[in-house]
């Protein structure tokens, strides 16, 4: 018994040495692509013919399930931690953290401390003996626990996209040196950019800017194919969020239910923070009476599906607009034609997954998946222990072209087929015992008439 047990114990130290060095040493590199702001319906509504030659030889999700809230720092941060806004610290654009008296801003994220809740994939590869990069990814330029991707740029809207692919795909294939990084995340602002500028209602604009981000898929692929990675990584092509219309039709006031001198403004639109400056019952009242268009909610209050409580950066009162409406605080001016940061359940609020490359499966499509399924997703394609996450890799095994996949729809194609094969094979055996009892037994008269009087019922 206790031999068993020692046995048992060395195959498995045995099992993980291998999985370091041969698994890990196998596993193709990963290059995760994000075109911020790309509505899934995009998709149909334009043509996107390098995507869908991509997809075509891989795999698509239509819809990601992304996180609540649906902005692009929180579901990037996402995506590389496979956690929830609340269990990765990044849930807004603009926060506050109370404990430290910190403020974040987009364009002031560089303080660490905001990031540490969480470990992004490029720090725990790098944990491993792997190369990394960061391409402008949100993040990529902190330390987080006093480590950086091997490679990275901070954000600088002035590289082109071929300048940021140029770079990745050089430290992709590495030099005499130093080997090529073995997961690699990229960044480009649009379609996102046009969106918020001219609507994803306005046809014209956003078919000009998806044929750029299509032709910079196109680039991607003659550049992978260029250095010979093309077929030996795996590639992903995914976004943060999507875009829902605004009109100057649909402002909230805030400054109609109460006066600014009530509460600090943390976030304004599509979702609120605030924090009532005295007598928060009376605040969150006439908050919660402000609009038939905007949800009020105090922290406790927040409904356990948005995963979005647990924190406290998160303040004391939220107020959620619905699907195209827009807060403001004073004035009656629309800040941007294209807005995001709605409910998670929204359709217009999610974006897409394609996914290529040998681990995937050729062909194949799916309706859906959770945004932060992603995570274990790539953990698993790289042999890489994810850490706590709040994604499940079994959802997307069906992506993986070495996996037994227990496909939903193909399981009830299954069972329905066996139970069709199995009650005309009972429908034939009764029919032939009738025929036989209809030539050798006296009842058969008295049979037929109680076939005849259920018939009636
Ligand atoms: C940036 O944020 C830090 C705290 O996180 C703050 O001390 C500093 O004043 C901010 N800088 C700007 C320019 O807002
Ligand atoms: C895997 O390899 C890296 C370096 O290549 C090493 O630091 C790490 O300890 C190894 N892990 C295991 C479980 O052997
Ligand atoms: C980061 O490095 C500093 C010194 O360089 C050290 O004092 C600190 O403990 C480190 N922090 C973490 C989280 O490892
Ligand atoms: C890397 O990016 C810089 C811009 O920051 C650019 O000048 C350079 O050409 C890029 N390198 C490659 C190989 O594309
Ligand atoms: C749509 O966008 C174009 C720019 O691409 C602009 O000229 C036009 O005015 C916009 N149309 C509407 C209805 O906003
Ligand atoms: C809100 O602020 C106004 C102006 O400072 C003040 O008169 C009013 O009493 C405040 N109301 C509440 C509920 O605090
Ligand atoms: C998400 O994952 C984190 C880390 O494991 C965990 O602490 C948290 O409770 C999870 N959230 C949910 C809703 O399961
Ligand atoms: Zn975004």
New binding site residues.
């Given amino acids: 018994m206790l031999l068993k047990i020692v046995l048992g114990f060395l195959c498995g130290l045995r099992a993980l040495a291998k999985e370091n060095t041969t698994a890990q040493q196998s596993a193709p590199p990963l290059l995760l692509v994000s075109f911020d702001g790309f509505r899934a319906d995009y998709l149909q509504r334009f043509p996107m013919p390098n995507l869908k030659l991509l997809y075509s030889q891989g795999v698509l999700v239509e819809q990601l399930t992304n996180v609540f809230i649906t902005k692009t720092f929180p579901n990037h941060y996402s995506l590389v931690t496979g956690l929830y806004a609340e269990s990765h610290g990044i849930l807004a654009s603009s926060m506050y953290?109370p404990i430290?008296k910190?403020?974040?801003?987009t364009?002031?994220?560089?303080?660490p401390?905001?990031w540490s809740q969480a470990q992004p994939l490029w720090i725990t590869a790098l944990d491993l003996g792997y190369k990394t990069a960061a391409m402008m990814w949100p993040g990529s330029d902190v330390t987080i626990r006093n480590k950086t991707a091997t490679h990275f740029f901070p954000y600088d809207s002035k590289v082109t996209f071929q300048q940021r692919l140029g770079n990745v795909t050089k430290w992709m294939v590495g030099n005499e040196k130093e080997p090529g990084v073995k997961f690699a995340a990229l960044y480009w602002e649009e379609p996102d950019h046009t969106g918020h500028k001219f609507g994803p209602d306005n046809t014209t604009a956003m078919g000009k800017a998806l044929k750029e981000v299509d032709d910079n898929i196109g680039l991607l692929i003659s550049e992978l194919k260029r250095t010979g990675l093309w077929g030996h990584v795996n590639v992903l092509i995914t976004s943060d969020h999507g875009m829902a219309q605004c009109s100057a039709e649909r402002l909230i006031r805030l400054d109609d239910c109460l006066h600014p001198d009530n509460y600090t403004l943390v976030d304004l639109t599509p979702v609120a923070a605030l924090i009532p400056n005295k007598d928060p019952d009376k605040v969150f009242e006439l908050l919660s009476k402000c609009h038939n268009h905007m949800t009020a909610y105090l922290k406790k209050d927040i409904p356990d599906r948005l995963h979005y409580r647990n924190n406290e950066r998160i303040q004391p009162i939220i107020l959620i607009a619905d699907e195209g409406w827009t807060i403001v605080q004073r004035g009656n001016k629309l800040p941007r034609l294209g807005d995001h940061g709605y409910d998670n359940s929204l359709p217009s609020m999610h974006p897409f997954l394609a996914a290529m490359g040998p681990s995937f499966r050729q062909g194949y499509r799916t309706s859906s998946l959770q945004s932060v399924d992603i995570y274990p997703l790539m953990c698993h394609l790289l042999s890489v222990r994810p850490q706590p996450n709040n994604g499940t890799l079994n959802h997307a095994r069906c992506l993986l072209a070495d996996e037994t996949c227990w496909d939903v729809p193909l399981v009830i194609g299954l069972v329905v087929g066996v139970l069709l094969v199995l009650s005309t094979i009972t429908v034939l055996f009764r029919l032939l015992s009738y025929r036989h009892s209809l030539g050798s037994r006296p009842f058969q008269r008295l049979q037929i008439d109680d076939d005849d009087d259920t018939l009636l019922e």
């Fill in positions: 953290d430290s910190k403020h974040f801003h364009y002031n994220d560089t303080d401390m905001w």
